[in-house]
Structures are given as C-alpha cells and as structure tokens.
C-alpha cells in the first residue's frame, strides 16, 4: 500500500492494539501490531488452551463457534482451535458475551 507519512491505527483482536507504521520510500514498513495491557485484553500469551477442552465432545474447531454467546464468567477466556489451517491456528475469544473467532495472527504481535 503506498503512503506518503507516517501513521497510528488500530489492529489486532476487536481492534484492541495500536501500531505506528513508518513510511520508507512510499511503502509502509515497520508496522508491528502491539498488544495492549493485560488489563485491556487479559488473554496470555502462551498456554492457551484448544477448543476441545472448552466446548468438550466436540471436533475443536474455532470458527464453528464465532458469534455464539458465551457468559460473564467465560470474559476473556480464549482457546486455539483444531481447525485445518495452512499456517496460523484459529482461536476463539469470549468478548462481551459472544465469542470472536479468527486467526490468532490478528491477536497481536510479541
């Protein structure tokens, strides 16, 4: 994508991170996505647990249960799921009452 300056957006999970990206020779580079404080998405960073163990009985795919409500006591609660993939795992996330399922590359970066 060209550009002409420097920028600030939002990205990652529910648009919850913040990157600047640089401009070099009117091409971004350099646009990391950052996490936000764990007290704004108290997910960890590693130790995730897979789909199975949240919705037991079941095939452990992620993306069957996008939308689906979960309740205040499941908030922030993530799993990765089983699903076929050709590189980033999908995951789900209990956000608001309703699980947000994608890939895990648009959780956030290190």
Known sequence: M???EECDTTCGF????????TCVDGVFAQCPCLRPAD???????TGVPTCDTIWPGTN???D???????????Q???????DPNSGTPRGCVCVN???KCGSTNRWFGP
């Open 39 to 45: 007290s704004v998405f108290p997910v960890p960073r």
């Open 64 to 74: 069957v249960h996008k939308d689906e409500l979960c309740t205040a006591d499941q």
């Open 60 to 62: 452990g795919f992620a």
């Open 14 to 21: 529910a648009s919850l991170g913040r990157k600047h990206c």
């Open 97 to 99: 009452t309703k699980w």
């Open 76 to 82: 922030w609660l993530a799993c990765v799921g089983l």
């Open 2 to 4: 060209p550009c002409a």
